[in-house]
């Protein structure tokens, strides 16, 4: 039974950081692809950075520079560094995996497996 289990959400002040990891489990992880997400009631679900199978990664324009996906292959775990956190980037954030590599790996609809998320809300 796959298993995605985010934490280390929380509530910051604007400017701070955060460390979002998500433990896998149920599955091969390096034959899966796996990515961050993060939605806001009423809005869709926004790719932000994802890790292929070959471990290439790919960040969303709008949180380059802040925000570093990475993994610990040994340990099944996905992990997104947040930094200088911003009040609109308050959100559940959500970790995804897809077997295989991703035609389009910050598109929601390509992946199959899905966390519970992890709030995160940044205050001004």
């Known amino acids: 039974q796959v298993q995605l289990l985010e934490s280390g959400g929380g509530s910051v002040q604007a400017g701070g950081s955060l460390r979002l990891s998500c433990a896998s489990s149920?599955?091969?992880?390096?034959?899966?692809?796996m990515a961050w997400f993060r939605q806001v009631p009423g809005k869709e679900r926004e790719g932000l950075a994802g890790?292929?199978?070959?471990?290439?990664?790919i960040t969303a324009d709008s949180v380059k520079g802040r925000f570093t996906i990475s993994q610990d292959s040994a340990k099944d775990t996905l992990y997104l560094e947040m930094n200088n956190l911003k009040p609109d980037d308050t959100a559940m954030y959500y970790c995804a995996a897809v077997q295989g590599r991703p035609s389009f790996p910050l598109n929601p609809n390509k992946y199959t497996y899905w966390g519970q998320g992890t709030q995160v809300t940044v205050s001004s």
């Open positions: 149920g599955f091969t992880y390096d034959e899966y692809s």
């Open positions: 890790i292929a199978t070959d471990t290439t990664s």
